[in-house]
Nanobody, 115 residues
């Protein structure tokens, strides 16, 4: 079993920055993809960014150039640096880990962008 714990969410003004962190623990295979999803009330959860163990990244079009995903394989951590935040980035952000067909989720951390 894998546990994921997010931190770093909060309230920020438009144009500001936040850094989300996710700590993974448990039975973690070296072969996995970690990433971040977000979900607004009444909407489907959508991919924000993901990163493989080899550092290959994928981004949603809406965040390209503003968000950066990174990971520390030794510490089983994944990060999301969010810059130039917009009100439409307001969502509940979830950490995700996929390994050999198993899908794990954190409890979510709220990001609110508002003046």
């Amino acid at each position: 079993q894998v546990q994921l714990v997010e931190s770093g969410g909060g309230l920020v003004q438009p144009g500001g920055s936040l850094r989300l962190s996710c700590a993974a623990s448990g039975s973690i295979s070296r072969i996995n993809v970690m990433g971040w999803y977000r979900q607004a009330p009444g909407k489907q959860r959508e991919l924000v960014a993901s990163i493989t163990g080899y550092g290959s990244t994928t981004y949603a079009e809406s965040v390209k150039g503003r968000f950066t995903v990174s990971r520390d394989n030794a510490q089983n951590m994944v990060y999301l640096q969010m810059n130039s935040l917009k009100p439409e980035d307001t969502d509940l952000y979830y950490c995700n880990l996929v390994s050999y067909g198993s899908n794990y989720w954190g409890q979510g951390t709220q990001v609110t962008v508002s003046s």
